[in-house]
T-cell receptor
């Protein structure tokens, strides 16, 4: 599975959009981009996934560049409860294993 | 409520004393797996199961056993725990192998002295 690169940390003001970048320059054609988050040692929580097209759900939007080498997770209106470690994962859907990296620690401040 | 439950949530034990961490899901999911999380190493998969009576090793299976006799349960067994198995453990499930969304349990913090 392709590796991902994320900034180790970022801050965001409450109510503003949080844009989380992820670089996955070695992604292959059958690999999906997944985003999960983990709030303070709780179990990771699925946010969104995509293959080529941009995706949106009730939690976030996922923007994938045309060459698929990078993506951005957008939390449209960050709240204090969005403070968490966010993981960008690139994987095929074959075996179910999620390869978690270090993620980005996002701190939402009032 | 759809959920993955783990028991116990916290456990302190001594080296060599066999223990079992239970995992149960009420969503009729086929796929279940165990991860451990350690500082600086992230989450690593220990074992997974694609269905009843079908289990396989993940990345770090040494020192662990699993079984899948019923669809809803996937216990993690440490036959002879050692201090290097001190970790935070998560069970996860999904509707089928490779399903996009995996549901994680609340975690079990294990300390082996």
């Amino acid at each position: 599975d392709a590796k991902t690169t994320q900034p180790p940390s970022m801050d965001c003001a409450e109510g503003r959009a949080a844009n989380l970048p992820c670089n996955h320059s070695t992604i292959s054609g059958n690999e999906y981009v997944y985003w999960y988050r983990q709030i303070h040692s709780q179990g990771p929580q699925y946010i969104i996934h995509g293959l080529k097209n941009n995706e949106t759900n009730e939690m976030a939007s996922l923007i994938i560049t045309e060459d698929r080498k990078s993506s951005t997770l957008i939390l449209p209106h960050a709240t204090l409860r969005d403070t968490a470690v966010y993981y960008c994962i690139v994987s095929t859907d074959s075996w179910g294993k999620l390869q978690f990296g270090a993620g980005t620690q996002v701190v939402v401040t009032p | 409520e759809a959920q993955v439950t783990q028991n116990p949530r916290y456990l302190i034990t001594v080296t060599g004393k066999k223990l079992t961490v239970t995992c149960s899901q009420n969503m009729n999911h086929e796929y279940m797996s165990w991860y451990r999380q350690d500082p600086g190493l992230g989450l690593r998969q220990i074992y997974y199961s694609m269905n009843v009576e079908a289990t396989d090793k993940g990345d770090v299976p040494e020192g662990y056993k699993v079984s899948r006799k019923e669809k809803r349960n996937f216990p993690l067994i440490l036959e002879s725990p050692s201090p290097n198995q001190t970790s935070l453990y998560f069970c996860a499930s999904s509707p089928w192998t490779g399903a996009y969304e995996q549901y994680f349990g609340p975690g079990t913090r294990l300390t082996v002295t």
